[in-house]
């Protein structure tokens, strides 16, 4: 079993930025599929990033790619998302994901409970 906790959400200006961490405990999740997800108020959750096994390997959605990068640890079996030039639109509750497969549609293995990002103008 894997448990995930975020940490490094906050209030930030526009054009600000934060770096999300999520560690992981439980078992080293070194061959795992990492992702970050976003959930704003009253929109469904949508893939931000995603970053495979080798760490070699990233996935984003269009609207944050060369503003967040994301990247992991092995050593501190964390993943981190670094979040620059910060928007209104990312104003969301950030999640961590896990998984065994590369990018799978759905099923995520693990999931952590979030933490808060928000942008203000």
């Known amino acids: 079993q894997v448990q995930l906790v975020e940490s490094g959400g906050g209030l930030v200006q526009v054009g600000g930025s934060l770096r999300l961490s999520c560690v992981a405990s439980?078992?080293?999740?070194?061959?795992?599929?990492a992702a970050w997800f976003r959930q704003a108020p009253g929109k469904e959750r949508e893939f931000v990033a995603g970053?495979?096994?080798?760490?070699?390997?990233?996935n984003y959605v269009d609207s944050v790619k060369g503003r967040f990068t994301i990247s992991r640890d092995y050593p501190k079996n964390t993943v981190y998302l670094q979040m620059d030039s910060l928007k209104p639109e990312d104003t969301a509750v950030y999640y961590c994901?896990?998984?065994?497969?590369?990018?799978?549609?759905?099923?995520?293995?693990?999931w952590g409970q979030g933490t808060q990002v928000a942008v203000s103008s």
């Open positions: 994901a896990a998984d065994p497969r590369y990018l799978p549609r759905d099923g995520w293995h693990y």
């Open positions: 970053i495979d096994w080798s760490g070699t390997e990233t």
């Open positions: 439980g078992r080293a999740i070194s061959s795992y599929y």
